[in-house]
């Protein structure tokens, strides 16, 4: 075994040999002379005839089935691989009719096919038959399926007995609706991300086929094939797999457009589910001993300005449109040996860890494969579960978490470390302020830096790659991920126009149009995910982290948090057994248990059979997959001097610079009609209709927020604090500066801010609006000066409770807000002792915290400092805030410490 004990600069000895680059497929031929798009299935007594055509209806092949395959044998599918025209295949069918006793009949007319099942006895053909287009990219196409039909490979089939297990197994197969959220391309690999499209169809160009993007996978990625399984039976028969048969994902897609000034960009979101270790959520939890884990998701970001509608430029251009640019985040369950017993008397079963590996050997796998799809960067891990808990229940998680990221990063390269934050986003959410975007914008700002995003160009040497990725998880991968996710999206999405050229700020404002909208994306895409897995649709949205509509968030969480319940409880345990089928995981056996019959799936997810060497649990990577795909081209390629050039296009790729990308007869579809209102451009989601339904003014940019919150000026300030960039207009800045003022658990010495105070002169208070205003009163801890120093006064025995003004002018008693930063602890509500209610209202609550006041401090200004009068006479004039008389004097006693409800020694 290796000891992992190496000098820096060396590459340790291989502990095992590079695992297959597929399952199954093998090599497989393709052809770019047309895409096969219709097909007409005809059948005779014996043989079934698939007249596969393109889109213009000139050119041809035959796929030919056999019949006559009893219940063991193997399925027979032939191809001569042919290509004829329209007058030779009409020859062609009507000699059958006349040779053929019977003749030969006209099935149906289908659009895909997806592969072969067999339940117990025939084989039957999975097919397409309804599609919808959701997005295109590069010219090229992506559809989601909106009905199939199955079609018996057999010459004398009947319908099974309804009571049968082969009309049982059906029905449990088309219980998987493949018509919600499964999507397929004629042209375009969706299983992959485009940085990877891309990145291969150069190499091309410079005759480096030899160079695999990511390293190990060849073509299609397997792990987000959803008909692998209903494909294998057709690979031992044809090498042209991939011209008949569409591969399709299970996920989400969805583009939409954002105009600037009358000129067009369009975001893609594109999730992909992988199909190992799939299923419902209380069913799938952690890892399986192949390193897969539950709620696998990949999800890329796609940004083009559609300048140019393919991936080329104009004129004698090959895949090097400086339009496009992506980037990919992932989630996954926590990658360890743990369960949930699916409960009808609880909602939140216990959690159990089952197995402790000391080794973390399914970590490992996990890992290794993280570094092998993202170009062998860091991995940044995100996890968002609770840190402290009364009953330890996800705790248990996170400190076996904790040790598996400790052992692993212990013998991998000190470059190649995984980064990993563990963040309680849970408690964060339940304290005032904005606690959670601000900490996920300074988290999104460092990872979206480091791992880079994919910028297209020319050649290899102007092309920026994304190298790396951001893993986030929390429990369910669910409501907190997804809220992660769209935070880091937003910065890439900033990042991604920058590199266009469109803005010169990669920080997008919240409550802008542009950001109204990856916002609305995003939530499409948590709520599918949600569905998927979790049998609902998000119960904790962007709304609810932000404090946004808190008590129509409430009411929906509860509606949804009721219909998760439900499906985990009595659905999902069906939902599993239609997954398990269609995946192949489990294929009936005559003599073995039904699937229904089976008390666990255990053994159907996780695979005990030995096969190859033993894998190292100290160097437990594969040195290919954490080799820099940066280091790699510039090493192999730009120091080679064998960069991209016309010359070598030329020379490298058939048929340039004539047909060899045919996008424009799947962009323009020929041979059709249809009205401008059904085209999906037309229809396609897009911030015009914002522009539409609001009355904006002379301002239109998609890029400026239609609230003005103070929530973007703290956000701009601190994050170009963290950049290192100068911050915004000095006397916004100075509010957010401010903010550093922390309250530790006990106070030694108290800031005087009565001169930071004074700063707020007639300029500022004109400047902003009058909800900014009170935003930016209630949210800026350094005005809690003066009242603290007042209350340092206050009985020991009788201490004043945080005062806070409502939106009426009204003072209420309010929660002590911690600091913004996460080093100071604070214990929520929920995990306080409980306490007796005083008889004072005013004392309903017992602080050991330092006490704050937020709107208050305009009664200790009055009370020392007379130029805050000054201050509160133009309030008034200006009608930025109601604050009556009445409340001054209020305050001015609280102050003072002559209140009646608040006592002061």
Not at 132 to 154: K, M, Y
């Amino acid at each position: 075994m290796d000891s992992g004990n190496y000098n820096e600069g060396e590459q340790p000895a291989m502990s095992y040999p590079l695992r297959p680059a597929s399952v199954g497929p093998g090599k497989q031929l393709k052809t770019r002379k047309f895409i096969l798009s219709k097909y007409t299935i005809y059948t005779t007594k014996e043989r079934m005839y698939i007249v596969g055509s393109n889109k213009r209806e000139t050119m041809f092949r035959i796929l030919e089935v056999d019949m006559t395959a009893g219940q063991d044998d193997e399925l027979n599918v032939v191809e001569d691989n042919v290509f004829f025209t329209r007058d030779e295949i009409m020859n062609i069918l009507s000699r059958l009719e006349e040779t053929i006793e019977g003749g030969i009949e006209k099935k149906l007319t289908v659009f895909g096919l997806l592969g072969f099942i067999r339940f117990t006895s025939c084989y039957y053909l999975v097919t397409t038959t309804q599609f919808s287009q959701v997005a295109v990219v590069g010219g090229h196409s992506i559809f989601h399926i909106d009905g199939t039909e199955l079609v018996p490979i057999c010459n004398n089939y009947k319908k099974p007995d309804k009571y049968s297990i082969e009309a049982r197994l059906m029905a449990t197969f088309q219980s998987l609706d493949l018509t919600k959220t499964f999507y397929f391309s004629y042209t375009y690999d969706i299983t992959n991300t485009l940085q990877t499209n891309i990145m291969r169809e150069k190499l091309k160009a410079v005759n480096r086929n030899d160079i695999v993007i990511p390293s190990g996978i060849h073509d299609f990625n397997e792990m987000y094939m959803w008909n692998m399984n209903l494909l294998k039976p057709v690979f031992n028969c044809i090498d042209t797999v991939y011209d008949w048969f569409q591969c399709i994902i299970h996920g989400f897609i969805d583009q939409v457009d954002i105009s600037v000034l009358g000129k067009t960009f369009y975001v893609s979101l594109i999730a992909r589910r992988s199909h190992h270790f799939a299923g419902a959520r209380f069913l799938k939890r952690g890892v399986n001993n192949q390193g897969f884990v539950a709620n696998e998701v990949e999800t890329e970001q796609i940004v083009t300005d559609m300048l140019l509608t393919s991936f080329h430029k104009s004129g004698t251009g090959y895949f090097d449109s400086d339009r496009l640019t992506s980037f990919v985040q992932h989630r996954g369950s926590i990658p360890l040996y743990w369960t949930q017993a699916a409960s009808n008397l609880t909602a939140k079963p216990p959690i159990e860890i089952n197995v402790i590996d000391p080794f973390f050997a399914p970590a490992a796998l996990h890992f290794d494969r993280l570094f092998q799809r993202y170009g062998g960067g860091a991995i940044h891990i995100l996890n968002l579960i609770k840190t402290k808990e009364k009953t330890p229940r996800e705790t248990k998680l996170l400190k076996e978490f904790e040790q598996c990221v400790e052992y692993l990063n212990t013998f991998l390269p000190t470059q190649k470390k995984i980064l990993y934050k563990s963040w309680d986003m849970s408690r964060a959410s339940k304290l005032d302020g904005q606690h959670v975007i601000e900490f996920l914008e300074k988290y999104a700002l460092q990872t979206v830096k480091e791992t880079g995003i994919f910028h297209n160009s020319f050649d290899f040497k102007t092309t920026e790659v994304q190298e790396g990725v951001c893993r986030t998880n929390c429990i369910d991968c669910l409501d907190r991920t997804n809220a992660a996710q769209f935070v880091i999206g937003k910065r890439a999405l900033g990042e991604q126009l920058k590199a266009l050229g469109i803005v010169d700020n990669p920080y997008l404002e919240y409550d802008s149009d542009v950001v109204n909208i990856l916002t609305e994306l995003f939530h499409d895409l948590g709520d599918t995910i949600a569905l998927q897995y979790g049998g609902s649709h998000l119960v904790n949205t962007m709304e609810t982290y932000r404090k946004i509509n808190q008590w129509s968030s409430h009411s929906r969480d509860m509606i949804e948090s009721i219909k998760r319940f439900y499906s985990n409880s009595f659905v999902d345990a069906q939902r599993q057994d239609a997954i398990n089928l269609f995946l192949g995981h489990y294929v009936w056996r005559e003599g073995y248990p039904a699937l229904w019959e089976m008390n666990t799936d255990f053994y159907l997810h996780n695979d005990y059979v030995a096969t190859g060497p033993q894998r190292s649990y100290t160097h437990w990577w594969n040195n290919y997959h954490i080799e820099s795909i940066k280091g790699l081209v510039k090493q192999e390629i730009i120091d080679a001097n064998n960069d991209i050039t016309l010359s070598a296009i030329k020379e490298n790729i058939r048929g340039y610079p004539g047909a060899f990308d045919n996008y424009w007869n799947e962009y323009y579809n020929p041979r059709m009609f249809t009205w401008l209102d059904e085209l999906f451009a037309y229809n396609m989601n897009s911030t015009r209709r914002y522009q539409e339904a609001k009355k904006l003014g002379n301002e239109v940019s998609p890029f400026t927020s239609r609230k003005q919150t103070w929530l973007n000026k703290q956000l701009q300030a601190v994050l170009a604090d963290e950049d290192g960039q100068p911050g915004i207009a000095e006397g916004r800045g100075m509010l957010v500066n401010d903010l550093k003022v922390i309250a530790e658990p006990t106070v030694q010495t108290l800031p005087d801010t009565s001169s930071q105070c004074k700063q707020f002169t007639e300029e500022d208070l004109l400047e902003f609006s009058k909800q900014e205003l009170r935003d930016t009163l209630e949210s800026c801890e350094a005005i809690h000066g003066e009242l603290e120093r007042a209350a340092a006064h206050i009985s020991k025995a009788k201490p004043v409770p945080s005062m806070a003004m409502d939106k009426n002018g009204q003072l209420y008693t309010k929660t002590p807000p911690p600091s913004l930063y996460e080093d100071v602890e604070v214990v929520p509500e929920e995990d306080q002792q409980e306490e007796t209610t005083p008889e004072n209202p005013i004392e309903s609550r017992n602080y050991s915290q330092p006490v704050r006041a937020d709107t208050a401090y305009y009664g200790a200004l009055l009370n020392e400092e007379p130029a805050a009068l000054d201050i509160y006479e133009t309030i008034n004039k200006l009608d930025t805030i109601a604050i009556s008389d009445t409340d001054m004097q209020l305050y001015a006693q609280v102050a003072a410490g002559v209140h009646p409800d608040v006592v002061f020694s």
